[in-house]
Structures are given as structure tokens and as C-alpha cells.
């Protein structure tokens, strides 16, 4: 018998393995049109803090969001508060993350009588934190101890509803300073580098060009361990204060959004917190990488509305409407 197939049977390889490459690249397929495209939503304009760190890190979560693709959207307005409702808003279904800046928003929402942000939407982890630190002008207030018992001196904190005000506000009530509260993070730095304060509050990331040029020095960090940036700075809580501060940076999803897909966005961003890529590059900024998942960050979100409300009823910061 020669080599050759038998009538009706020459094409059945050939079928056979167009068969078997149709079972191969049908779960691929599956696989990759499993998440649809989503919208990046960054409630600030073009060139701001936070659109700049959200294209930062876009690129990083399509790394650890494999076949996630993402388009950036901004809406700015109401200090983040414009972005929260148009997540809020969405149908069920849609595929919309949000950025969210942490604790400022929250007081926004307290400015402005509205509900708790983290109520309208459902966040999904935060991922960078930026501690609260403590500086001074060299030359100046050389330690932490030295400030506190320098009673009645000034003390620069950021905008009210910064972590650095939050933090600033509290260690100026317990030490008897006198709080000055400056328009921004840069004029507050401006201030305590050029000694018109004695001191300051002002997150890492606001703070650490200045300290590497030796135009500012550390007191004190007020989180729970050293950073790893300034492994040296010791903590408040090291100091006897017990005084933790940071903006954190993170997302959130719409309140109907897939509970599937939710999930799978919160493995990545915890996958995302360990890539030593992030680190490096975060490093650079004065940030660090941090992940608090839905449950603990919800909760801290919670903690921080409630002190801010209780402040906005008993001091608050900006004139009441009426």
C-alpha cells in the first residue's frame, strides 16, 4: 500500500488540527476579552499632583491588570468631589476606576455637608502613602523634643483636610504651638525653610527634595515605622507621641461594579505594591508603596471622616454658609 490517505480521508489531519488550534485559541480569546476596556477617572486637571501621579502609575497597573487596557479620563471639580458622583452615577456593569487622594477628599465632602465619599463608591485598596513628616530650617529647632518644649512658637501645617494639617493641627493642640495654616504644601515649605516657623508638617513627598538639598531637616515621621527612605528619622511614636499622618493615593470602582472583576482589580493592586519597579520609581518622589485592601482602608476612611466632622463642628476651618 503506498503512503497516501484514503479518498474522504486527506483532509481529516488538516481538519483535525484546525480542530485543535480552535480548542487553543478559544480560551484565549476568552481570556482576553474577559475585562473589557476601562476608564481611568482622575478627578483633576491636566498637569496636577494628581493627574501626574495617576499617569505615573497607569502604566504599572496595566502591568499588574494583564489585559485590562485603561483610558485616562479627567474631571476635575469640587476638589475630587466631581469625580466621587460620576463614579457613583454609573450603571451597573460599568467599568470605571477611580483615583482618590486620602484624606483631603473626605474633607471636601465635610466642606461641602455632603455624605462620606467612601459611601457612594466602593474603594478598592490604597496603594502609595505619603507620611506625615515633621522639618525645620537647619539651624533651627534641632529635634522633636526641643519643640515641644518650645511652647507658644509658630507651626506651619498645609491646607485644612491635608494629612499634614490633620497631623500638624494635632501635635500644635498638644504642645501648646501656635498653628499658622498656608494656602499650599510649597508655601508652608517655603515658610519653615526659610525659618519664618519653627517648624512644619508636611507629607514625605512635599517634603524630600528639600531635605536632600539640606534646605530642611527631619524631626520625626509620624507613621508606624521607619520609612525606609529616611531609615535614620526615628518615629513620633519612637518619641513618646503617638501621632500618625499620611495622604494615601488609591481607587475606587462604582458601587454596582462586578463583584468578579472588583476582586480581581484588588490582587492586582496588592500584586502591584510589591513590584520592585514601583518601589524604586516611588522612591524617587517620596512615596512609598502600601497596600491597604477595601476592608482596612474603608475603615481607616471611616476613622479620619468622623475626626474631620467632629473638627468641622466644633472649629471649622473655612467660613460656614449661610
Known amino acids: 500500500m503506498s503512503g497516501a490517505a484514503a479518498p474522504g480521508m486527506r483532509g481529516a489531519p488538516r481538519r483535525g488540527l484546525l480542530a485543535l488550534a ?63 458622583a460620576e ?79 490633620m497631623a500638624g493641627m494635632r501635635l500644635a493642640e498638644s504642645a501648646g504651638l501656635a498653628p499658622l495654616v498656608f494656602p499650599s504644601a510649597a508655601a508652608v515649605r517655603q515658610a519653615a525653610a526659610g525659618g519664618h516657623v519653627a517648624a512644619a508638617a508636611l507629607t514625605l513627598a512635599d517634603a524630600i527634595q528639600y531635605l536632600r538639598e539640606n534646605r530642611l531637616v527631619a524631626l520625626g515621621i509620624a507613621a508606624s515605622r521607619r520609612s525606609p527612605l529616611l531609615p535614620e528619622l526615628p518615629t513620633l511614636r519612637e ?46 518622589s517620596g512615596q512609598v508603596p502600601r497596600f491597604l485592601g477595601p476592608g482596612p482602608w474603608s475603615a481607616l476612611l471611616r476613622r479620619q471622616d468622623e475626626a474631620l466632622r467632629r473638627r468641622w463642628r466644633e472649629e471649622p476651618w473655612l467660613p460656614r454658609r449661610t
Open 239 to 284: 518619641a513618646g507621641l503617638e501621632l500618625l499622618g499620611a495622604t494615601r493615593r488609591g481607587f475606587a470602582v462604582p458601587p454596582d461594579a462586578p463583584a468578579a472583576w472588583r476582586d480581581w482589580l484588588v490582587a492586582g493592586l496588592e500584586a502591584l505594591a510589591a513590584d520592585p519597579d514601583l518601589a524604586a520609581q516611588c522612591a524617587e
Open 87 to 165: 463614579l457613583a452615577q454609573q450603571p451597573a456593569g460599568a467599568r470605571m476606576i477611580g483615583v482618590l487622594t486620602t484624606p483631603v477628599l473626605l474633607a471636601r465632602a465635610v466642606e461641602a455637608n455632603l455624605p462620606p465619599p467612601m459611601d457612594l463608591v466602593a474603594p478598592l485598596g490604597a496603594l502609595i502613602e505619603e507620611p506625615v513628616v515633621l522639618v525645620a530650617a537647619p539651624g533651627g529647632v534641632a529635634n522633636l523634643e526641643a519643640l515641644r518644649a518650645a511652647t507658644g512658637v509658630s507651626f506651619g501645617t498645609p491646607p485644612p483636610g491635608t494629612a499634614g494639617h
Open 22 to 84: 480552535a480548542c487553543c485559541v478559544a480560551p484565549a480569546l476568552a481570556r482576553a476579552e474577559r475585562h473589557p476596556p476601562a476608564v481611568l477617572l482622575v478627578p483633576a486637571p491636566v498637569g496636577s499632583n494628581t493627574d501626574r501621579w495617576a499617569r505615573f502609575v497607569a502604566p504599572f497597573l496595566e502591568r499588574h491588570w494583564p489585559r485590562q487596557k485603561l483610558s485616562l479620563r479627567n474631571l476635575p471639580g469640587r476638589g475630587g468631589l466631581a469625580g466621587v
